[in-house]
T-cell receptor, first 114, second 113 residues
Framework: DAGITQSPRYKITETGRQVTLMCHQTWSHSYMFWYRQDLGHGLRLIYY???????DKGEVPDGYVVSRSKTENFPLTLESATRSQTSVYFCASRSQRVRNTEAFFGQGTRLTVV | KQEVTQIPAALSVPEGENLVLNCSFTDSAIYNLQWFRQDPGKGLTSLLLIQSSQREQTSGRLNASLDKSSGRSTLYIAASQPGDSATYLCAVRPGGGADGLTFGKGTHLIIQP
């Protein structure tokens, strides 16, 4: 099915472990984004990518690494997970071809770091 | 730094009422503004996008307005239904080349049957 999918939907990991959250979109959108959603903070931008091999930091990038070797995939890696990274993570995408186009979001990954 | 505020934080009204959700932003140099709906445990569903040059957008029972110069947007929901219960999020896309959206913290809406 067309759309944007995130995996896993739920993840529990231990402090200090590396964990990768996956995001895949089938629209060939140029732009992809990672946000985290926390009570009291709302959604905040972690990283984004304008095209394959082009990434840039958002508001809260520390502790995260991204890559984009293919247009359709945008994985987010926590190199050494901390409890403060317990959150719900959302991936989003947006077309570049159409001006003023909407951003579309995945269903989210709920990550718990214990 | 752009800040987006949504008022009220929570709202509970009887079914059938018309209601208004408010969003304000501190930097008027925006590219567009987008309203989303989020159901518990789910992702974000886009409702309406208003370009910076537009004053309003309509979709069914929803109408969103934008006053860019004063940094405000409203989402009007007509004839509310229990199925409208959700959290409504307002987000702005900056106009200065940086990408990504800046979100408000949302309005949690409950429509009582």
């Amino acid at each position: 099915d067309a759309g944007i999918t995130q995996s896993p939907r739920y993840k529990i990991t231990e402090t200090g472990r590396q964990v990768t959250l996956m995001c895949h979109q089938t629209w060939s959108h140029s732009y992809m984004f990672w946000y985290r959603q926390d009570l009291g903070h709302g959604l905040r931008l972690i990283y984004y990518s304008a095209a394959a091999d082009i990434t840039d930091k958002g508001e809260v990038p520390d502790g995260y690494v991204v890559s984009r070797s293919k247009t359709e995939n945008f994985p987010l890696t926590l190199e050494s997970a901390t409890r403060s990274q317990t959150s719900v993570y959302f991936c989003a995408s947006r077309s570049q071809r159409v001006r003023n186009t909407e951003a579309f979001f995945g269903q989210g990954t709920r990550l718990t770091v214990v | 730094k752009q800040e987006v505020t949504q008022i009220p934080a929570a709202l509970s009204v009887p079914e059938g009422e018309n209601l208004v959700l408010n969003c304000s932003f501190t930097d008027s140099a925006i590219y567009n503004l987008q309203w989303f709906r989020q159901d518990p445990g789910k992702g974000l569903t886009s409702l309406l996008l208003i370009q910076s040059s537009q004053r309003e957008q309509t979709s069914g029972r929803l109408n969103a307005s934008l006053d860019k110069s004063s940094g405000r947007s409203t989402l009007y929901i007509a004839a509310s239904q229990p199925g409208d219960s959700a959290t409504y999020l307002c987000a702005v896309r900056p106009g200065g080349g940086a990408d990504g959206l800046t979100f408000g913290k949302g309005t949690h809406l409950i429509i009582q049957p």
